[in-house]
């Protein structure tokens, strides 16, 4: 069974750090992006970061630029979000997800086609 | 940054009836549109991609039309499992950008 499953939300104060993990399995990880998508409280879904395969490509959302960081490693088979300097609006449930493929006309295309169930990140004092 | 609108934000249907939710894209996103579906407490499932494709196990009654700027997911003969909230995203252009959602309540 295709599954991810996330970690390493809590209560943080503001100006503090969390390591998010995703942890994939009945795939091979190697094969695809991932992305990891937050949703803030009665809100809707906000693509955050995104890594290809090899780790030599990676996008975040300006919010997130220079406090962020999303890793990899395929060996393990996970995914990370290291998040630093958070702040209240940071506070979401963070889905891992997988960015699926297609090609077309010499291009690709990535929608998101497994996702996690979710963490939750709180940020307040 | 390509902007997705979804229409309504809330569409009130009864069981058994049919609903129509809308998604239009600032931009031409070709047929490089998903739909996801979210229940209370779940994170989101894939439903449809290339604006009319379904996923893997979704029933025949979902299902996507459109192309350019303006797509439709239709849901026939709506189950009490289908009441959720519904959001379309382009994934035609990066950054990636979804709609802010559609709430299809029991009317």
């Known amino acids: 069974e295709v599954q991810l499953v996330e970690s390493g939300g809590g209560l943080v104060q503001p100006g503090g750090s969390l390591r998010l993990s995703c942890a994939a399995s009945?795939?091979?990880?190697?094969?695809?992006?991932m992305s990891w998508v937050r949703q803030a409280p009665g809100k809707g879904l906000e693509w955050v970061a995104n890594i290809k395969q090899d780790s030599s490509d990676i996008y975040y959302v300006d919010s997130v630029k220079g406090r962020f960081t999303i890793s990899r490693d395929n060996t393990e088979n996970s995914v990370y979000l290291q998040m630093n300097s958070l702040r209240a609006e940071d506070t979401a449930v963070y889905y891992c997800v997988r960015d699926f493929h297609v090609r077309s006309r010499d291009k690709y295309y990535y929608y998101m086609d497994v996702w996690g169930k979710g963490t939750t990140v709180t940020v307040s004092s | 940054e390509i902007v997705v609108t979804q229409s309504p934000a809330t569409l009130s249907v009864s069981p058994g009836e049919r609903a129509t939710l809308s998604c239009r894209a600032s931009?031409?996103?070709?047929?490089?549109l998903a739909w996801y579906q979210q229940t209370p407490g779940q994170a989101p499932r894939l439903l449809i991609s290339?604006?009319?494709t379904r996923a893997t196990g979704i029933p025949a009654r979902f299902s996507g039309s459109g192309s350019g700027t303006e797509f439709t997911l239709t849901i026939t003969s709506l189950q009490s499992e289908d009441f959720a909230v519904y959001y379309c995203?382009?994934?035609?252009?990066?950054?990636?950008?979804f709609g802010q959602g559609t709430k299809l309540e029991i009317k």
């Open positions: 995203q382009q994934y035609n252009k990066w950054p990636r950008s």
């Open positions: 290339g604006a009319s």
């Open positions: 931009q031409d996103v070709s047929t490089n």
């Open positions: 009945g795939f091979t990880l190697l094969n695809y992006w």
